[in-house]
């Protein structure tokens, strides 16, 4: 089955793109560039998923290393896992940056950490390639539809000439400053869901706890001031105890761990994330490492 839903894509120029990984987020992610029209080649660490992607998108290719993947491309667009695999696939004799051609653009949709960013940042300054860094919100389902919402760092010329493309899998595609900008807008989503998600199981244990029907009191509270995204989209999943919908608590704690290194960097106090933090790993001991980050009510009871 298909992990690319159906959109009505908007007429723009075909591009030259590469698309390195290919996992919940990448494959669709790529997928939509392709049907966008734009010539997309893939490269994935397994070749096996990247030629299933390319079975699935005909008229597009795979490589066998980032660098190939890049070669002739106008922009190159990677998701893959943290700082480090991201240096893997841009750096070195093989990695994407070999590959460029001089004035192509680099847009990094992994969450990582600002730092990072920067450094690559100007390591493309220097090599005469241009670096955005683009995070992601909105989960797998956001990258099947189409749908995602985007933060990013970098040079207004570059975000500028990416934009039309990347709007194949956004909703929103929205420059916030100078790079590493995009990485910390999206710590502060993530800092915003923690919180949220904390609150909303310690109010579903609650009304549970209460004899409350908690569906009903979701459906009312949903109509006022306690409404949130999380709330609607989760909470009755979590009222009957279940979280097999995306975005994992192993990699929350890989965000959240970004989040809190780089406070200890420029001095923010972040005590109820820093708590849920503690929280999701004690989550993470019960085996629930791939549950989905609502799963925090699973200490509660």
């Given at each position: 089955?298909?992990?690319?839903?159906?959109?009505?894509?908007?007429?723009?120029?075909a591009?030259?793109?590469?698309?390195?990984?290919?996992?919940?987020m990448?494959?669709p992610?790529?997928?939509?560039?392709?049907?966008?029209?734009?010539?997309?080649?893939?490269?994935?660490?397994?070749?096996?998923?990247?030629?299933?992607?390319?079975?699935?998108?005909?008229?597009?290719?795979?490589?066998?290393?980032?660098?190939?993947?890049?070669?002739?491309?106008?922009?190159?667009f990677a998701?893959v896992?943290?700082?480090?695999?991201?240096?893997?696939?841009?750096?070195?004799?093989?990695?994407?940056?070999?590959?460029?051609?001089?004035?192509?653009?680099?847009?990094?949709?992994?969450?990582?950490?600002?730092?990072?960013?920067?450094?690559?940042?100007?390591?493309?300054?220097?090599?005469?390639?241009?670096?955005?860094?683009?995070?992601?919100?909105g989960?797998?389902a956001?990258?099947q539809?189409?749908?995602?919402?985007?933060?990013?760092?970098?040079?207004?010329?570059?975000?500028?000439?990416?934009?039309?493309?990347?709007?194949?899998?956004?909703?929103?595609?929205?420059?916030?400053g100078?790079?590493?900008?995009?990485?910390?807008?999206?710590?502060?989503?993530?800092?915003?869901?923690?919180?949220?998600?904390?609150?909303?199981?310690?109010?579903?244990?609650?009304?549970?706890?209460?004899?409350?029907?908690?569906?009903?009191v979701?459906?009312?509270?949903?109509?006022?001031?306690?409404?949130?995204?999380?709330?609607?989209?989760?909470?009755?999943?979590?009222?009957?105890?279940?979280?097999?919908?995306?975005?994992?608590?192993?990699?929350?704690r890989?965000?959240?761990?970004?989040?809190l290194?780089?406070?200890?960097?420029?001095?923010?106090?972040?005590?109820?994330?820093?708590?849920?933090?503690?929280?999701?790993?004690d989550?993470?001991?019960m085996?629930?490492?791939?549950?989905?980050?609502?799963?925090?009510?699973?200490r509660?009871r």
């Amino acid at each position: 089955m298909s992990q690319i839903a159906a959109k009505t894509y908007e007429s723009t120029p075909a591009r030259q793109v590469a698309f390195i990984g290919l996992g919940v987020m990448g494959y669709p992610m790529a997928g939509h560039l392709a049907r966008a029209g734009h010539h997309v080649t893939v490269y994935n660490r397994s070749a096996a998923k990247a030629a299933a992607w390319a079975a699935e998108c005909p008229g597009n290719a795979s490589a066998p290393t980032p660098r190939e993947a890049a070669a002739g491309a106008d922009i190159v667009f990677a998701c893959v896992g943290n700082d480090a695999d991201l240096r893997s696939v841009v750096l070195g004799a093989d990695g994407a940056f070999a590959g460029m051609k001089p004035g192509a653009i680099f847009v990094d949709h992994t969450t990582a950490s600002a730092e990072v960013a920067r450094e690559l940042y100007a390591e493309a300054q220097k090599l005469g390639l241009h670096f955005v860094d683009a995070p992601v919100s909105g989960g797998q389902a956001g990258a099947q539809n189409g749908m995602l919402t985007v933060m990013c760092g970098g040079d207004a010329a570059a975000f500028d000439d990416v934009k039309p493309a990347a709007m194949a899998f956004s909703r929103a595609f929205t420059l916030l400053g100078a790079s590493g900008a995009g990485q910390l807008a999206k710590m502060v989503n993530q800092i915003c869901i923690a919180g949220l998600v904390q609150g909303l199981s310690e109010a579903i244990a609650f009304g549970q706890q209460a004899g409350l029907d908690m569906h009903q009191v979701l459906d009312v509270i949903g109509k006022g001031a306690a409404q949130s995204w999380q709330m609607d989209n989760r909470g009755k999943t979590m009222a009957d105890d279940k979280f097999e919908f995306g975005f994992a608590v192993d990699w929350m704690r890989k965000d959240l761990g970004l989040v809190l290194d780089e406070a200890k960097r420029n001095g923010a106090r972040l005590p109820v994330t820093a708590l849920v933090d503690q929280f999701y790993a004690d989550v993470q001991k019960m085996g629930g490492g791939r549950w989905d980050t609502s799963s925090l009510i699973r200490r509660l009871r």
